[in-house]
Structure formats: structure tokens, C-alpha cells
């Protein structure tokens, strides 16, 4: 079956603009994870969805930072007023559940803002 | 927190032969959940293999195994007969039993493989 699919695959933006990344986890997965990913760096837990329970907005940086997942299914990291330091590729995972299961990762949207 | 340690930035092999990576944790957890991804210039993280701590019997799946050492919080990644198609950055993860849902990562190992 399809894996975890992202859009954009790059995203080049300026300083100041807002952007907004999309993540499609597995279909049937209730569980949704977005980490970020700067340059050398291992991964940095930003936020988590669970069905319908309130998310997990523990691991984002700042308020600039927010995510949404509608429906259960499709997912949006929106960052607004961007900084050079957002700069990262910004990773989508899902699993069947949260317990236990195995997360499966996206391909990740690489983020550059000039 | 809990915090994942890979203390090997970059490690090579020659093709055919074994490497070894070297992952520490740190958690007061009795039960959690051990992970290996592997990350090519693709940047798709993909699961290598995943270990129960719960399980005293190391995990291997083909030509990758695991040696676990749960007293001294030690979680090394064997890859046998190494490949071209190996070469990567290696991540070790830990998820919690309770607490946190999110996998906390290592720095990585970035492993290349001289033919």
C-alpha cells in the first residue's frame, strides 16, 4: 500500500513569509508525528496527533509553529514568519497506533528561507 | 528526558565485510521500544529493524542484527556482508512504554561502504 506522502518536496521562502507543509500518513494510521531535521542533526520531536485527542504540542520551538490534522487523516505544519533558523528538512511519520506501533516516515519537505 | 547517544559521527567498511554502531540510552523505564532507521540521500527514513526490551532474544532481520545489553543500556546494530546500498546515516531511537509517544533519536552514524 501507499506509504506516508509529503508536499511540497522543497519549499524555498523568504524571511518573514509563511508557509505551510502537508503530510497523508497511512491510511488507517490514528497516530501522526511531525519532526524537524536541521542540517547534521538528528530528529527533533515537534508535535503528535492521536484520533481525536488533543495533540501533543509539547516539542514545538516557538508560537510561530502550529499544526492541524483534519479529519484524522491529512496533516498541516504551518509556520508563520518564517526565520533563517526554521531552515530544515521537516519530517511526517504515522503508526497504527501510538503504543507500540512502528512509525513510518515520510520523505520529508526540505525548507530553506534566504 | 530520555537521550539516545551515538558516539561514531562516521564509520566505513569494505563491501562484504561487518560493521558494527554503537547506540547508548538513558531511561528509567523498565519497558520500552528500540529502534534502528537508516537514512539514505533520499532523506525517506526507513526502519531497519525494532527490539522490545522486554525480549531478552536479539532481534535480527537478513543480514542485520542486534546485540542488546539492557543493564548496561546498550543497543549496537551488526550489518553482515555489507553492501553498496548500505550506505547511510544510520539512527538510533527510543520510545518509552509510557510517558512520551515520540521516538527521541541519536545524532546518527554515517556509514559508507568502500567497494
Known amino acids: 500500500g501507499a506509504g506516508v506522502s509529503q508536499s511540497p518536496s522543497n519549499k524555498v521562502t523568504e524571511k518573514g513569509k509563511d508557509v505551510e507543509l502537508r503530510c497523508d500518513p497511512i491510511s488507517g494510521h490514528t497516530a501522526l508525528y511531525w519532526y524537524r531535521q536541521s542540517l547534521g542533526q538528528g530528529l527533533e520531536f515537534l508535535i503528535y496527533f492521536q484520533g481525536n485527542s488533543a495533540p501533543d504540542k509539547s516539542g514545538l520551538p516557538s508560537d510561530r509553529f502550529s499544526a492541524e490534522r483534519t479529519g484524522g487523516s491529512v496533516s498541516t505544519l504551518t509556520i508563520q514568519r518564517t526565520q533563517q533558523e526554521d531552515s530544515a528538512v521537516y519530517l511526517c511519520a504515522s503508526s497504527a497506533d501510538s503504543s507500540t506501533d512502528t512509525q513510518y516516515f515520510g520523505p520529508g519537505t526540505r525548507l530553506t528561507v534566504l | 528526558a530520555q537521550t539516545v547517544t551515538q558516539s561514531q559521527p562516521e564509520m566505513s567498511v569494505q563491501e562484504a565485510e561487518t560493521v558494527t554502531l554503537s547506540c547508548t540510552y538513558d531511561?528509567?523505564?523498565?519497558?520500552?521500544?528500540l529502534f534502528w532507521y537508516k537514512q539514505p540521500p533520499s532523506r525517506q527514513m526507513i526502519l531497519v529493524i525494532r527490539?522490545?526490551?522486554?525480549?531478552?532474544q536479539n532481534a535480527t532481520e537478513n543480514r542485520f542484527s542486534v546485540n542488546f545489553q539492557k543493564a548496561a543500556k546498550s543497543f549496537s546494530l551488526k550489518i553482515s556482508d555489507s553492501q553498496l546500498g548500505d550506505a547511510a546515516m544510520y539512527f538510533c531511537?527510543?520510545?518509552?512504554?509510557?510517558?512520551?509517544?515520540?521516538?527521541?533519536f541519536g545524532t546518527g552514524t554515517r556509514l559508507t561502504v568502500i567497494p
Open positions: 531511537a527510543y520510545k518509552g512504554q509510557t510517558g512520551a509517544n515520540n521516538l527521541f
Open positions: 531511561t528509567s523505564e523498565s519497558d520500552y521500544y
Open positions: 527490539q522490545e526490551a522486554y525480549k531478552q
